[in-house]
Nanobody, 122 residues
Framework: VQLQASGGGLVQAGGSLRLSCAASGHTFRTYAVGWFRQAPGNEREFVTGVNWSGSRIYYADSVKGRFTISRDNAKNTVYLQMNSLKPEDTAVYYC????????????????WGQGTLVTVSS
């Protein structure tokens, strides 16, 4: 599985962005997909994940109520809608795929995409 993240950019605080994670490979629909982020000087943080069917979703407390993850298996794509963005959301965002995620805050990644930079100005 190869993953390609896109959609990052510069936005003002309070604004919105939608990230996409496009995957190659016919087995993509069997994978859970997660979004991570890493700000300069910080460890990589697991932000949100969705299981293969979309029936199980996890959000970190830091984004709950503002971010929404969804997937379209017909298009081999997972989306991250980010609303009410804050300067502290500034980071490089990565998508990852896992065959062994159980819906909690631990996402064991099998594959990683390259990052896409999100910058939120105050």
């Amino acid at each position: 599985v190869q993953l390609q993240a896109s959609g990052g950019g510069l936005v003002q605080a309070g604004g919105s962005l939608r990230l996409s994670c496009a995957a190659s490979g016919h087995t993509f629909r069997t994978y859970a997909v997660g979004w991570f982020r890493q700000a300069p000087g910080n460890e990589r943080e697991f932000v949100t994940g969705v299981n293969w069917s979309g029936s199980r979703i996890y959000y970190a407390d830091s984004v709950k109520g503002r971010f929404t993850i969804s997937r379209d298996n017909a298009k081999n794509t997972v989306y991250l809608q980010m609303n009410s963005l804050k300067p502290e959301d500034t980071a490089v965002y990565y998508c990852a795929a896992s065959l062994s995620w159980y819906g909690n805050n631990w996402f064991p990644s099998d594959y990683w995409g390259q990052g896409t930079l999100v910058t939120v100005s105050s």
